[in-house]
């Protein structure tokens, strides 16, 4: 299941954090790459810096965990502190999957849902799209300045080489109550359906679909 968030963050948001990136300095991103996804790497990373990271992620970081759709659809339990990338002309980043296991030692999660919050126009950089191997086949992604993309940490997904300009992401992951991304799915749909029932929430309808979103959710859980 692949879910866009639009409008996650607002011109102004996204003119000061690009701003704040465009002065922080960049290493190469295979510092941080898993082993399936190092040798087919090839982009920048924000380095660490505890001031700056806190400005980004004060913006990117409150404003997704806040979202509703977000919540709804990942029902969270951990999410990683996000990496911020830049691709330039020639970058690109070759098919992978995530490691299923990612953190320091101590900080450990099970990356069950990627996200990738665009952080600039797509009008700015030619190539660059977000490529995702789906059970109907892979689908491409170019959004929006401000959207963010949620998938499953399952698939296979890779970024096309950037021709030119320059690409800007933030990237971050989720370990989920609900392990399994059918199930998550499941509850989304009835979480969906418990909404548009929710203007009468005494009729039997509303309670039924509420009594299995809350029934399933209990059944499936990690914790």
Not at 19 to 46: T, Y
Not at 78 to 84: E, M, R, T
Not at 109 to 133: M, T, V
Request: aromatic share 8%; glycine share 6%; hydrophobic share 40%.
């Amino acid at each position: 299941m692949v879910v866009t968030i639009p409008d996650l963050l607002t011109p102004a948001q996204l003119e000061a954090l690009c701003s704040v990136l465009r002065q922080g300095e960049f290493v190469d991103g295979r510092l941080s790459a898993g082993n399936d996804a190092r040798q087919g790497k090839n982009n920048l990373e924000l380095r660490a810096n505890a001031e700056r990271f806190e400005a980004l992620n004060n913006v990117v970081m409150t404003a997704l965990v806040q979202h509703p759709v977000y919540l709804q659809t990942a029902l969270p339990a951990k999410i990683s502190a996000p990496i911020y990338a830049r691709y330039l002309a020639g970058m690109e980043y070759a098919g992978h999957i995530d490691d299923p296991i990612m953190g320091a030692p101590g900080a450990r999660y099970r990356s069950d849902i990627s996200i990738s919050i665009f952080l600039n126009a797509p009008e700015e950089y030619d190539g660059g799209e977000l490529c995702i191997e789906t059970a109907n086949g892979s689908q491409t992604y170019k959004l929006a300045a401000g959207s963010a993309l949620l998938y499953p940490s399952t698939c296979y997904h890779a970024v096309t080489a950037v021709n030119s300009g320059e690409r800007l992401v933030a990237v971050t992951w989720v370990q989920s109550h609900i392990r399994r991304a059918d199930q998550r799915e499941i509850l989304l749909q009835l979480d969906q359906a418990r909404s548009l029932l929710a203007g009468d929430s005494n009729a039997e309808s509303y309670r039924k679909v509420n009594l299995c979103y809350a029934n399933l959710f209990r059944m499936w859980a990690d914790s």
